[in-house]
């Protein structure tokens, strides 16, 4: 079906809405340097006219697309998902989309995605975690393209990170372990080969255990892809070993949750015969039973300030200062006392 009705410009706009043509460019490029009542008249005029922003036109006049890449290691569970929910709502605020890409956890894939991103004109890049090659980073700097690496923390780092200290938040939750008398303990980690947010958790777990006066490397550790399914496969595995642990570190709640449900399948009793903890507190950890001592992660707050820090790396053109953001252990009811002989 055509029409020969014309396509709506910038200035119909502004007359339907009573503006000048600045004012919608405002609108439209920095919503949250508008007045919300003139902002709400523009968008009434948008959606009455159907207007659609020529972005091709705006890119080669500004040099930007006002979009940011984020790319992740999966969206198959909820680990991501609310930090890039805040991600998105700060960056819409100041007029900025997101385009988002996942990795499978694959070094090789995440490159490509960096460089197909960069190469369609994002303006500045999310990255998760610290570990890649350096020849991703010289390939950033080469192209000026704005980067934060979030979900961890490292002041020495290539990019600057709007993150927290894996290691350090790990040894909490391994201290609270500790103090109820487990010596014989495991953990089920991520793929710790390019993930430098599992390695540090297990370092966490390590250096609390010598700190103690335990031997690191007694700790039993499995190392396995994200999932609930994984999760429950690596503890039935682990309660094979003798001696047995009696308290089993999940590298996140995915995987804790696993554990969780084949303790159950294997009639044993949380934590009264073995104490199972988390990392991420995720809403499943909360309605879990018995409910699922873990780490609690600020994601919303993370993603939200890393879209900020991204915004202004932008805009201002410096690079801002590495931000770590507070962790905390929240005590629930799978950690208990070592069970007795």
Request: charged share 25%; proline share 3%; glycine share 12%.
């Given at each position: 079906m055509t029409t020969d009705r014309p396509t709506p410009t910038l200035h119909d706009v502004a007359d339907a809405a009573d503006v000048s043509t600045a004012t919608v460019s405002r609108c439209l490029n920095f919503p949250d340097k508008v007045a919300p009542k003139t902002r709400q008249k523009v968008q009434d005029?948008?959606?009455?006219?159907?207007?659609?922003?020529?972005?091709?036109?705006?890119?080669?006049?500004?040099k930007r697309t006002n979009t940011i890449g984020a790319i992740i290691p999966t969206m198959e569970n909820a680990i991501f998902a609310r930090g890039l929910q805040a991600f998105q709502e700060e960056l819409r605020a100041h007029g900025y989309t997101m385009l988002v890409a996942s990795t499978a956890y694959q070094p090789n894939m995440e490159e490509e995605q960096i460089r197909t991103l960069v190469a369609r004109g994002a303006d500045a890049l999310l990255l998760i975690g610290h570990a890649r090659a350096p020849s991703v980073y010289d390939f950033l700097r080469t192209q000026d393209v704005p980067t934060i690496v979030s979900w961890a923390y490292d002041p020495q780092g290539e990019s600057p990170s709007v993150g927290f200290d894996n290691k350090a938040a790990m040894y909490a939750m391994a201290k609270q372990v500790l103090a109820q008398g487990h010596v014989h303990l495991a953990a089920i980690s991520a793929p710790t080969d390019q993930n430098d947010?599992?390695?540090?958790?297990?370092?966490?777990i390590k250096a609390a255990m010598q700190d103690a006066g335990l031997a690191p490397k007694k700790l039993h550790i499995i190392e396995t892809p994200y999932s609930i399914e994984n999760g429950a496969l690596a503890f039935a595995e682990l309660m094979t070993k003798h001696p047995r642990p009696t308290a089993v570190f999940g590298g996140n709640d995915v995987l804790a949750i696993g554990a969780l449900r084949q303790a159950k399948t294997m009639q044993l009793a949380v934590p009264q015969d073995v104490s199972i903890v988390g990392f991420d507190d995720i809403e499943l950890a909360q309605i879990a039973d018995p409910a699922l001592t873990t780490v609690h992660v600020p994601h919303?707050?993370?993603?939200?300030?890393a879209a900020l820090a991204l915004v202004n790396m932008l805009r201002e053109g410096k690079s801002p200062p590495h931000l770590a953001l507070d962790v905390e252990v929240v005590l629930r009811d799978t950690l208990g006392p070592v069970p007795r002989s």
């Open positions: 005029a948008i959606a009455a006219l159907g207007y659609s922003p020529n972005f091709g036109a705006k890119v080669m006049a500004a947010r599992a390695s540090e958790r297990l370092s966490g919303r707050e993370m993603g939200r300030k």
